[in-house]
């Protein structure tokens, strides 16, 4: 009889996070099987890398149909298998480890993971002289797919420099002397300025191991960047400075002319996941999800979700925002209110769960608003500013004012609203601007962005709603022909935010003056 049920699992450290089981039991659901899909973290069980061979012999006994492995135990694991596919053998580094017949075998599908998405991701990228940072499990199989796909030379950066040394002498050996060079971080800012991309293949960024691994100024126009973390869901590699607008998508201009991508695409489809299952590494290729058909041919959907559209403390909200494999999250000031913890502990428990804070709400009826009424409203945003600095976010949302002190002058609205934009760049936060479609000036528009007064500043920008109460607005499909959708929340329909952006990733255009709601019946939205 053919089996159709799978007991597997992921041995790493820091793992909490991963997406690794949404990923494999709903590529298996595809595939007719049944998966389940375990976490076993080496931190948590307070055991060290050389823990590994324990592990899979433990999880051999208790039944695992196989494993995957990821860092830092994708080398250390090797001495404890029975036998290495040549893949793996190749690479000196194991991501799957199969039970058959009572034997551990080790596979590696990191080089074809890789490759299909560098491919699709980048697929005109110049492969002449690229970069590549860390040497481990998962740069031994970044080199080798890059040296497969056709670059012409690779340089090898790592902190431990004989591990550098010694993948640059094997790289060499399998493809041919002169293919690969070892190199120590400080000759970074000199490679850098001839090279045509650099590669981020260590585990810095994750929610384990908070930082960049190098300062975002050595990047240059022409440069492309890829890398291999998927979680958190932005560009972890080559950080910009603190505050600065970084883009949200998978495939977005970083800046400018510089490229971005990350190995396995989306949470929708990852190629690099879905080749490295345990029980079969030989899948066939997996058939489009609805998420890669969606966004075939344009940037992948980035998910986020706002946390009043959840129920509980804000620490579950945050859990179930993590465990639904939400990207990041926007938080309504009663959330922070509400919680005992401070902006400081909120930060890291997103960090943690490896969501980001992609949006704060504290204010509304913030504009076209008296004078006296308009400075009040200056010094209560300086307050909510200081305190974003500390929760780690860099955007503010803010609702149209639907105060009965509001004024029917867009002028005046356009000119608060600048002001406030002015303010918040003092602080290094972006302004994103929601049109509500209630209040008492409320019009109609059939145009998006019609009734916009654009403010001189470019730290300010619409979040625009597709609100209940128009029927264009009433399925997901029609929402995704409004340019630049960002969903901010899962119940469908109830509002979606989106946002304009330049290609430096700053909120460039207008903002809807207090009277420009967008949305009535029959109208489309903004």
Known sequence: MTQDSYLVGLIGSGIGPSLSPALHEREAGRQGLRY????????????????????????????????????????????????????????????????????AVGHNTDVTGFAASFARGLPDARLERVVQLGAGGAGAAVAHALLTLGAGHVTVVDALPERAAALAVALNRHFGDGRAAAASPDTLPKLLTDADGI???????????????????????????????????????????????????????????????????????????????????????PRPSGTEARTEGRHPVRTSIATVSLSGSLTEKLTAAAR????????????????????????????????????????????????DEFSRNLRRARHKFELMRRLGADTVLVCSSVSPLAEDDDALAARQLRRLAELAADFGIRVAYEALAWGAMCVRTTTPGASSRPPATPRSGPASTASTSSPAARTPRASRTSPARRSSSCNWPTPRRWRWTSSSGAVTTAVSPARAASTSPGSSDM
């Not at 919680?339 to 490896?354: H, V, Y």
């Open 36 to 103: 389940h899909y375990r976490l076993i973290d080496i931190d948590r069980l307070g055991v060290g890398p050389e823990a590994v061979g324990g592990l899979v012999r433990a999880a051999r006994d208790l039944g695992f149909d196989g494993l995957n492995i990821t860092h830092p135990c994708k080398q250390l694991v090797i001495s404890h298998l029975d036998t290495l596919a040549p893949q793996a053998e190749a690479l000196g580094a194991v991501n799957t480890v199969v039970f058959e017949d009572g034997r």
């Open 199 to 285: 590669v981020h293949a260590t585990p810095t960024g994750m929610a384990a191991h908070p930082g960049i691994p190098l300062p975002a100024e050595l990047l240059h126009p022409g440069l492309w960047v890829a890398e291999v973390v998927y979680r958190p869901w932005r560009p972890n590699c080559c950080a910009p400075p603190a505050r600065s607008a970084a883009p949200r998508s998978t495939a977005a201009a970083w800046p400018s002319s510089r490229r971005w991508t990350r190995s396995g695409s989306s949470p929708g489809g990852n190629p690099t996941a879905c080749a490295c299952s345990p029980t079969s590494p030989n899948w066939p290729a």
């Open 324 to 371: 639904a494999g939400f990207d990041g999250v926007e938080i309504f000031e009663n959330d922070l209110l509400a919680s005992p913890l401070s902006p400081e502990e909120i930060r890291a428990r997103c960090a943690d769960l490896g969501l980001s804070i992609d949006l704060y709400q504290p204010m509304r009826d913030i504009e076209a608003v008296p004078a």
